[in-house]
């Protein structure tokens, strides 16, 4: 039987054993990003999402159902709840394609383009405040990695 009475104590970074692994701090940092966007964005009633496909409607207007799915790299059945609450809101529009009645063109509304705007400045400032801790060099040095990174290792 073990002798579990001479256990050290903890060490105050428990997961020290995972800081070597790059997926591993960016699950972390992205944890963090995740949990601070959604209380910016709850002042909306929005989620990431739902934000995400707002804003991307409202930058390229007349886009389909299927072009979004893609866009955001989700399922098409996933994206039917996502648009059933921007069109409930009145913060988008489904209208026909003329060429394929079957297809949908999703537009913003008014209140859509208000609502992304403000939306917008909120997740601006909540980047600035976040990353804060970098320098304009180093944010765009991080930037680019990524943006790397999501090229050249695309699945």
């Known amino acids: 039987m073990e002798d579990f009475a001479q256990v050290p104590e903890q060490e105050a970074e428990p997961d020290r054993h995972l800081s070597t692994f790059i997926g591993y701090a960016m699950k972390r940092a992205l944890s963090i990003v995740q949990a601070d966007f959604a209380k910016t964005l709850a002042e909306y009633d929005l989620r990431a999402v739902s934000f995400s496909a707002l804003s991307i409607i409202v930058g390229e207007p007349g886009l389909t159902q299927t072009q979004l799915a893609d866009a955001l790299q989700i399922e098409r059945s996933n994206l039917v709840t ?22 949908h063109a999703l537009m913003p509304t008014t209140a859509g383009k208000q609502l992304a705007a403000v939306a917008k400045a909120s997740a601006i400032e909540h980047e600035r405040r976040l990353f804060a801790c970098l320098t304009d060099e180093e944010r765009a040095e991080l930037q680019r990695i990524l943006q790397k990174f999501r090229k050249d290792v695309a699945l």
Not at 82 to 103: F, K, S, T, W, Y
């Open 82 to 103: 996502i648009i059933d609450e921007l069109a409930g809101r009145n913060l988008i529009v489904r209208a026909p394609v003329a060429q394929d009645r079957r297809r």
